[in-house]
């Protein structure tokens, strides 16, 4: 069982940098995938980022991608998310997930989720 805590998220003017922290404890989190995912209220989870077991693969969601940096610390246990440029339409709460088996976008893919930190952008 691994659990997942998430932390760094507030509330920032538009432009500005986040840096949003997950810690992962009780499980094996070096062989996991961990992404970030994001939901606003009444709509579906989507896809932030992800990193690879050894970080060295990422991927971003095109509305992120330049501006979101993902990485981790397998010896911290630590995935982490920088967020520069920041846009109002940011604002929501995200999550960090690990998944076991894959490595891919589906949130139906990952076996374990934190509790989720709100981020909130002003224009």
């Known amino acids: 069982q691994v659990q997942l805590v998430e932390s760094g998220g507030g509330l920032v003017q538009a432009g500005g940098s986040l840096r949003l922290s997950c810690v992962a404890s009780?499980?094996?989190?070096?062989?996991?995938?961990m992404g970030w995912f994001r939901q606003a209220p009444g709509k579906r989870r989507e896809f932030v980022a992800i990193?690879?077991?050894?970080?060295?693969?990422?991927d971003y969601a095109d509305s992120v991608k330049g501006r979101f940096t993902i990485s981790r610390d397998n010896t911290e246990m630590t995935v982490y998310l920088q967020m520069n440029s920041l846009k109002p339409e940011d604002t929501d709460v995200y999550y960090c997930?690990?998944?076991?088996?894959?490595?891919?976008?589906?949130?139906?893919?990952?076996?374990?989720w934190g509790q989720g930190t709100q981020v909130t952008v002003s224009s």
């Open positions: 997930a690990a998944a076991t088996q894959y490595y891919g976008l589906n949130p139906e893919w990952y076996d374990y």
């Open positions: 009780g499980g094996t989190f070096s062989s996991a995938t």
């Open positions: 990193i690879n077991r050894s970080g060295v693969r990422t």
